[in-house]
């Protein structure tokens, strides 16, 4: 109002002044909020700004049985991990103690922190997160998608959940969606590609499949693929999910997806086949290559930001892991190259009868060349069987963890 009632000024002033005003108003904010996504703000500018972070208070003292590092957030009844699981060189922040003590469960209340799901949707907006490895990857990146569109805003709670081992809550009817029964195993493939597909679908959350298996699966493992990509709108800005399948250091991409067809129907791609039903004779094949091959040819096409890891299935790797720091030394390589996309390797949980064996979890030491590592082993030790739905595949718990310590390499607090 002042503005508008100084007589002495010209009115193309007056005008001029009301936009700087405004535009200096909007950098403003826009600077409040994209501080958010710098390295620590969070923990340098307080946890609780904007509903982005939540405490969780777990009592260490619970009658619940939970191996070390593992205590009970009595609010939600979900064990939570608190202990640091960086074995990396490259050391990264992740979930953070604010009170208790850190170094081990005999504290009786430890309080952690994090991110909300606004705090998930702030952190990924404008990002391209690619993960890649085999269906252990899968599982992880399809409980992250189904959490950035529950309505509850919660992770699924699944057969391992307390509250369903009790007999207090139905496991969610969406727990398939990582493998775990009631339309997950038993289910044919193709079934499952489209019913996931479309469960990983709402108005603001498109989801694409190239799909197909082959069976059975063994030995024609070059006949079975599986590329997910997944585009959310939010208020923050765009996410993009991604999936590349490598079962063992291999993936095949489709010339009818993306990253040489456009993401949404342009009338290029018009014969993208259906999904679960991308075999041989219906894709069009534009790449074929090891996992380090991709790294070159296929992420900076796909303006990744972040890139998670696996060359597949580790079991074939030995006693050295070899096959694992050949991995190391190609992200070492890579990201020389690429320092604008920040890479991880992506160790594999352990199989349910390595769980008390240490010396079968990822090991840093053996690798001949320093990359950042996100580490899927340490926390699994002595977890309970029932925390896994077969002897290789973690179930919600788990996952759930996985993916906060996901969220904070990728913004740390």
């Known amino acids: 109002m002042l503005l508008w009632s100084w007589p ?27 501080k958010f996504l710098e390295p620590n703000y969070v923990a340098t500018h307080g946890h609780a700004d904007g509903g982005l972070v939540k405490n969780h208070v777990l009592n260490c ?4 049985i939970l191996p070390n590092g593992w205590c009970m957030e009595e609010e939600s009844q979900t064990p939570r991990y608190f202990l640091d ?14 009170s208790g003590d850190s170094l081990s469960s005999s504290s009786p209340i430890v309080t952690i922190q994090h991110y909300t799901h606004k705090g998930y949707e702030m952190c990924l907006a ?18 992250l998608a189904h959490f950035l569109m529950s309505p509850l805003s919660r992770f699924m709670r699944c057969d391992d959940h307390p509250t369903c081992k009790k007999g207090l809550t139905h496991p969610d009817k969406d727990c398939y969606l990582i493998g775990d029964g009631r339309g997950g195993r038993g289910v044919p ?9 479309n469960s990983l679908s709402s108005n603001n959350m498109v989801h694409l499949c190239d799909c197909y298996r082959h069976t059975p699966l063994r030995p024609k493992l070059n006949l079975t693929f ?42 290029t791609n018009t014969t993208r086949c259906g999904v679960g039903e991308c075999n041989a004779n219906k894709r069009k094949i534009s790449f074929t290559g090891t996992v380090n091959d991709t ?53 594999t949980p352990p199989h349910t009868e390595s769980i008390s064996n240490t010396t079968a979890f990822f090991n840093a030491a053996k690798m001949k060349c ?32 996985y993916n906060h310590r996901l969220i904070e390499s990728i913004c740390p607090m």
Request: hydrophobic share 35%; with cysteine.
């Open 189 to 197: 493939w193709k079934d499952w590609c489209k019913n996931s597909t």
């Open 226 to 267: 599986e590329n997910r990509f997944i585009k959310r709108y939010t208020q923050y800005g765009e996410i993009n999910l991604i999936y590349l399948q490598s079962f063992v250091d291999k993936i095949t991409m489709n010339e009818d997806y993306p990253p040489f067809s456009s993401f949404l129907p342009d009338g």
């Open 61 to 64: 003292t619970s009658n619940d």
């Open 370 to 401: 320093n990359c950042n590592v996100f580490d899927r082993t340490t926390m699994n030790e002595n977890v309970p069987l029932d925390w896994y739905w077969d002897n290789v595949h973690v179930l919600g718990i788990i996952n759930e963890e």
């Open 295 to 347: 790294l070159w040819n296929i992420l900076p096409q796909l303006n990744t930001t972040h890139a998670f890891v696996s060359f597949g299935w580790t079991e074939i790797d030995d006693e050295n892991q070899t096959k694992q720091s050949e991995l190391a030394c190609a992200l070492n390589e890579f990201s020389k190259h690429h320092p604008n996309i920040k890479t991880y390797q992506m160790t």
């Open 126 to 143: 404008n990002k391209t997160i690619v993960f890649i490895g085999d269906s252990r990857v899968r599982y992880q990146y399809m409980n």
């Open 85 to 98: 699981t960086d074995n990396s060189s490259n050391k990264e922040n992740h979930a953070t103690a604010v």
């Open 8 to 34: 002495p000024i010209n009115r193309a002033v007056k005008v001029a002044l009301f936009f700087v005003i405004a535009l200096e108003l909007l950098t403003t904010n826009l600077v409040q909020d994209t």
